[in-house]
Each structure stands twice: as C-alpha cells, then as structure tokens.
C-alpha cells in the first residue's frame, strides 16, 4: 500500500477533483482529501471508479468472420488459428447467421467483409451496434476506397482493414483482433468494477481508501466508521495506525514483498485495531492507480467478522 512502483498494466488517473465529485462529499460539505476542497459540487462522479484485486482474464479469444465465400472464410479461419493459438474463429457467410451466431454465442471479435448479397459490411454492423454498442468490429474487405472507409469509420467500426493474398495479411489482422479484444475486455472491466464500487461507496457495503506516500489521501465514512475514527483525523496517516500491533510487521513483509515481485493489486487479511482498543479480522483488496499524477493505491476493507 505504498507509492514509488511500476505497474506493468494499465492504471486508472485519477484526481482529487474526481473525489470531490462524489454525492457524499457535496452533501457533507467537508473534504476528504489533502488540500483545498470546494465545500459543494453538481458534478455526478461516484468516488473510486476502478477495478482491483485478481481478476481473471481469459485468454480464449471468440472471433465470428462473416464473408460470402465459405472457402475464403475456412482459410482465414485456419491462418489465424495458426498464428494465435488462442484464438476460436467461427465462420459465416451470411449476416443472418452471423447474427444468430451473436445471440447464442460469447463473441469477442466480429470480422465482417463488405459486400456480401442482400447486405453489406456497414449494414451489418449498424445492426451489431444496436445490440453490441461496444463490441469489436473489424471491417476486412476487398472493396477498399477511403469512402468506406470513411463511412466505416463514422459508422463506428473498431477498425478497417484491407483482404492480401499474402500470409502477411493474417499477421496484420491477428494483431488487430488481439488488440481490439485486449482493449474492449480492459474496458468491460473497468465499467463493471465503476457500478460495483458506486454500490460499495454509495450504499456504505465497505471502507474504500487510497494511500499515497504511505499515508492515506482518501478514505470514505465507512472505513472510518469501521474503526471508530473520523475521516479527517484518518487522512494524512499511515495505513498502518489500523492493523493491531501484532500485525504490524507481517502486513509490513506482505507489502515490501509484493512492491519487490512487481504486482499490481494486493489482497491479504490482518487483524484490525480500532480506536478504543478492540480487535476484529478484516479483509483487503487493491489494485495501482495513478492519482494526481504519481503512484498509489487504492483499495476496499471489509469487517470479516460481520460476515460471521
């Protein structure tokens, strides 16, 4: 729970306007945060907006090519097999199966020629994004003009691509799915994880904090709440005056260790000292940011013993 890493995924910016932004900052009136906070704000931000902890990624990648020619479709389907093992190509050669294909299946990538009877690439993906909005969808065709692709572009295709004879093609457009995929499945991420902590902050579920400098930048009412204290008196502490002296060195150890092997979230359990005296286990997960422009942590505690 300290500064000066290098996360090696991406991180989220975030400032301590977007901490101000929150509902509960504007209805309190006070700030949760170091520095000179407005007493009031209209905006409608929820105040952690960012995923944490040991998130699964797959790395299956779904792709569903939609082309005409049954042929052409089996040998792009083995060409990127071949060039990424991860990758599941489900071919079509009709939009009406594609679509079929969309509704039963988990699909991650679209690629879809342009002119294909009855339709073509751009109506195909009109329909798409109706149903998919953010969906990756990668134009690959033979009837390449900077007027499709113009159209393409402003009809929100992910990207566009024209069909070689050469294996270099299949290079190229592997390359793109892959990219298009790791790009959508980040943002998947990160805009679950927003609604999930708006329910954690909003409904008070548990205590959410960042910690800067070794000392805590923000922590919200419940984590106060948690231990008995006030959330100003917590801002400006080390994260430490909230683990029970016994603790005190093994949470010490767990996080020099995971700074020196480089990894980006934490999640560990200690036992939790609250300002009278008590004891209870609590539980904690985070995850690097970057807030006000310098490496941090921020991360949701939960009172183990409530669950009981």
């Excluded at 901490?19 to 900052?25: A, T």
């Excluded at 000392?215 to 801002?235: K, P, S, T």
């Amino acid at each position: 729970m300290t500064g000066g890493f290098s996360p090696s995924c991406p991180t989220v910016e975030l400032t301590q306007g977007v901490l101000r932004g929150s509902r509960r900052v504007s209805r309190e009136g006070e700030p949760l945060v170091r520095g000179n906070v407005p007493e009031s704000t209209d905006e409608e931000v929820i105040e952690v907006p960012l995923p944490l902890a040991d998130v699964e990624r797959r790395e299956s990648v779904t792709v569903l090519h939609v082309d005409d020619d049954p042929d052409f479709g089996e040998l792009t389907a083995m060409f990127l097999e071949r060039i990424d093992e991860d990758f599941e190509v489900l071919t079509e050669d009709t939009v009406v199966a594609a679509l079929e294909t969309l509704k039963e299946g988990d699909v991650d990538c679209v690629v879809s020629d342009y002119q294909m009877p009855n339709t073509d690439g751009l109506e195909f993906l009109e329909i798409v994004r109706e149903q998919h909005p953010d969906l990756p969808f990668i134009l690959f065709t033979g009837q390449g003009s900077e007027e499709i692709a113009g159209e393409a572009i402003a009809a929100g295709v992910t990207d566009y691509m024209q069909k070689g004879s050469g294996s270099d093609t299949y290079e190229v457009l592997s390359n793109r799915v892959a990219n298009a995929v790791e790009q959508y499945r980040t943002q998947q991420q990160f805009w679950t994880a927003l609604s999930w902590y708006q329910r954690l902050v909003e409904q008070e579920l548990a205590g959410v904090f960042i910690v800067q400098d070794l000392e805590f930048v923000y922590a919200n009412r419940m984590l106060a709440d948690l231990f008995g204290r006030d959330q100003h008196d917590l801002v400006g502490e080390s994260p430490l005056s909230i683990v029970a002296g016994e603790d005190t060195d093994s949470v010490m150890e767990t996080l020099i260790a995971q700074r020196e092997e480089g990894r980006d979230t934490f999640a560990f359990r200690f036992t939790g000292e609250r300002v009278d005296g008590s004891t209870f286990p609590v539980e904690v997960r985070g995850g690097a940011i970057t807030y006000d422009g310098a490496p941090a942590w921020i991360g949701i505690l939960r009172d183990l013993s409530s669950e009981d």
